[in-house]
């Protein structure tokens, strides 16, 4: 597969602005609105789920023991955290999976 451009945010404004009619400032304003809320539930616990996207949520990742690679032989102990996780749905998968 072949290192393709990134896609920001600026550009995803863009797109939208340009598909809806709508001012960039205005549009603007609802992703970055939409991405706030979708940050705030993950953090608070929350699943959320945009059917045939995906779904965004929190995963608690397990405590391992780690290597120092100054020291190989050094064990470093690593506690469990909470990590956001993306699962994307059947149609995204699909899509990307045709576009190959």
């Known amino acids: 597969m072949e290192k393709k451009e990134s896609f920001t945010k600026g550009d995803l404004v863009h797109e939208v602005a340009e598909s809806t009619g709508q001012k960039i400032k205005d549009v603007t304003v609802a992703v970055d609105a939409v991405l706030d809320a979708v940050m705030g539930a993950v953090a608070g616990g929350r699943k959320v789920s945009l059917v ?49």
């Open 52 to 100: 045939g996207f995906g779904v965004f949520e929190a995963r608690v990742r397990a405590p391992r023991q780690g290597r120092n690679p100054q020291a190989p032989d050094q064990v470093v102990e690593i506690p469990a955290r909470t990590v956001p996780a993306f699962k994307p749905g059947k149609a995204f998968k699909d899509r990307v999976a045709d576009s190959q």
